[in-house]
């Protein structure tokens, strides 16, 4: 976040690309399939415009090259502001960039955040998803919302994901508060997603 690659701060921007680059590298090196990629382009009140969006996309290619030379996955992820907020805008990304290493990491929470049709935008994604994460979450309120507690359709959303055929990495997200209890927070909110997804006709975790 504090390096966008489409900011209009020239400095700011090389030193995106060195991260990218270094994500790459690193991602190689460990063995790791698949880097999620933040989609914004600008720095926080900076606003988002062509220049900007035509700057992403030109990382982003950039990215792609050094990726597929190494082997490894890119998927963007639709974030809770910013130019790459919804699939829809990812997979234009896609499109422009025009490479197999390239998909969408969907982030089923900020199309809650963003007040997007959340079951449209899935549908949408269809042949782009590359992983997908799942989080809680209200309209405008991204971060720290309890499963269960929040306005995302879970069962629907898992429900049209298997009906899609989608079978690829599901990652819950959450954040290290440093609670004594983290190990039981986690456990818990893996049981709540992995009952969910058997509401939604998912036989088990993992299939």
């Not at 701060?9 to 995106?16: C, F, I, N």
């Not at 700057?55 to 996955?73: C, D, P, T």
């Not at 079978?167 to 992995?194: H, S, Y």
């Amino acid at each position: 976040r504090e390096y966008p690659p489409g900011t209009g701060d020239r400095e700011r921007r090389a030193q995106a690309l060195r991260i990218l680059r270094a994500a790459v590298d690193l991602a190689a090196d460990l063995g790791i399939r698949i880097i999620q990629v933040g989609g914004h382009d600008t720095l926080p009140g900076e606003p988002s415009d062509h220049g900007s969006q035509a700057r992403y996309v030109e990382a982003i290619q950039q990215m792609v090259v050094w990726a597929s030379q190494r082997g490894v996955l890119l998927g963007l992820e639709n974030q809770d502001y910013g130019y790459v907020n919804s699939p829809t805008a990812a997979i234009s990304v896609i499109h422009a960039v025009g490479s197999p290493y390239l998909g969408l990491y969907l982030d089923v929470g900020n199309l809650i955040v963003n007040r997007l049709d959340v079951l449209p935008e899935i549908a949408h994604a269809r042949g782009h998803l590359v992983g997908v994460h799942v989080k809680d979450a209200r309209p405008g309120t991204p971060r720290r919302v309890p499963f269960g507690e929040g306005d995302v359709p879970f069962i629907q959303a898992f429900t049209q994901l298997r009906a899609m055929g989608y079978t690829g990495v599901m990652m819950i997200e959450m954040w290290n508060d440093d609670r004594p209890d983290a190990g039981a927070v986690i456990a818990a909110a893996r049981a709540w997603v992995e009952a969910r997804l058997a509401e939604a006709g998912w036989a088990q975790a993992g299939d």
